[in-house]
């Protein structure tokens, strides 16, 4: 009885391998797997933390004021104007040569050309994808998005619809601003 | 048989099949992500090599340990990494590029180009292609010179190699 209870015991030994603490490979296998997703995740919440993720989360919201949803007041359309313009620094460089704007610009200025876009079209709506931060030694940011412009309005959205952008960022009273806007030039003839 | 298909369509969802499950996703993900990229095409701009509407795949390790090559059609990333540019590469770092009565030159000399079979009246003054760029048009060259999106983009921007 004893002789056959420990060749059980070595059939099951064998069987195991090297996990013969008693644990099948499959379910060591699952934690190990297991472990390491936990890890990845764990690595991505503390890099997507910190500056990163709030100039992120600024042009999440300066996406939102761009964009637009139905017809506006003009006490709405000077409440929107008034905060996209906290997102932009006075004065702020621009080069959009297409624009006729090139150079330093008034925050002013700016927004009276976002309002005047706006104001073209009944609803559409922007967003800031592939959002990629490099921060810079002076505490400034470059960042790298690809914006999006979609909307009801065919349009706007042939003309705009999917570019990518270069813009320089500064903190300035513990709020994240846009001194710099260019876009990128994929192609060049 | 009956038994066989009957397991295959409602498998016993255990723990071992839950990893399979959880592998081929992941697998999946990587394969069609970053390897083999399916594209769909949205426009005429490579007709009649590739068809508007059409759908391909960008063999990434193309250009894993090699430059493209001339003739290449290759997928440029124009707007993130989700959208890309369908075109032919024409010319390398250093070289010209004009068009003289919808003829390409490429260092002063005609191109033969088999593929384009639609006409082109295009004139376009020299140009040489900047270090690290290669420069890129489609195959479709019926259309109005600047409605056509071309010209040379960086050598980084080239994601893989159309297959056709």
Request: proline share 5%; charged share 25%.
């Amino acid at each position: 009885m004893a002789k056959a209870i420990e060749t059980m015991h070595n059939i099951r030994k064998r069987e195991l391998g090297p996990f013969d603490s008693g644990v099948s490979k499959t379910t060591a296998w699952s934690k190990m797997a297991g472990a390491v997703v936990l890890v990845v995740l764990i690595g991505i919440a503390a890099g997507c933390g910190g500056p990163e993720r709030e100039i992120r989360r600024t042009l999440d919201r300066l996406a939102e004021e761009l964009s637009k949803n139905g017809q506006e007041s003009v006490v709405s359309m000077v409440n929107k104007g008034q905060k996209i313009g906290e997102y932009l620094a006075d004065p702020c460089e621009i080069e959009l040569p297409e624009w006729m704007m090139s150079g330093p610009q008034r925050r002013q200025d700016l927004v009276q050309m976002a309002l005047g876009v706006r104001g073209s079209f009944s609803s559409f709506k922007v967003s800031f994808l592939e959002v990629q931060v490099e921060l810079l030694p002076s505490g400034e940011a470059d960042v790298t998005a690809v914006v999006k412009v979609s909307g009801d309005s065919e349009d706007l959205s042939k003309a705009l619809n999917r570019g990518e952008v270069s813009l320089g960022m500064r903190i300035d009273q513990g709020r994240w601003e846009v001194i710099r806007i260019q876009p990128v030039e994929a192609i060049r003839k | 048989m009956k038994r066989w298909v009957t397991t295959f369509l409602f498998p016993r969802v255990t723990r071992r099949f839950l990893l399979r499950v959880v592998a081929l996703v992941v697998v999946a993900l990587l394969v069609f992500g970053y390897v083999l990229i399916p594209l769909y095409l949205d426009g005429k701009s490579m007709e009649p090599t590739l068809k508007d509407g059409s759908f391909r795949f960008c063999w990434v390790p193309s250009y894993w340990r090699s430059d493209p090559e001339v003739g290449d059609v290759v997928a440029v990333r124009f707007g993130g990494k989700r959208r890309f540019l369908a075109k032919r590469i024409v010319a390398r770092e250093g070289e010209s590029v004009s068009f003289v009565d919808g003829k390409l030159h490429v260092d002063g000399v005609a191109v033969t180009e088999p593929y384009v079979l639609l006409p082109c009246d295009w004139n376009l003054e020299s140009r040489v292609v900047d270090p690290g760029h290669f420069y890129v048009i489609g195959d479709n060259r019926s259309v109005a010179l600047d409605q056509h999106v071309f010209g040379q983009v960086s050598r980084g921007r080239i994601t893989g190699k159309i297959i056709p």
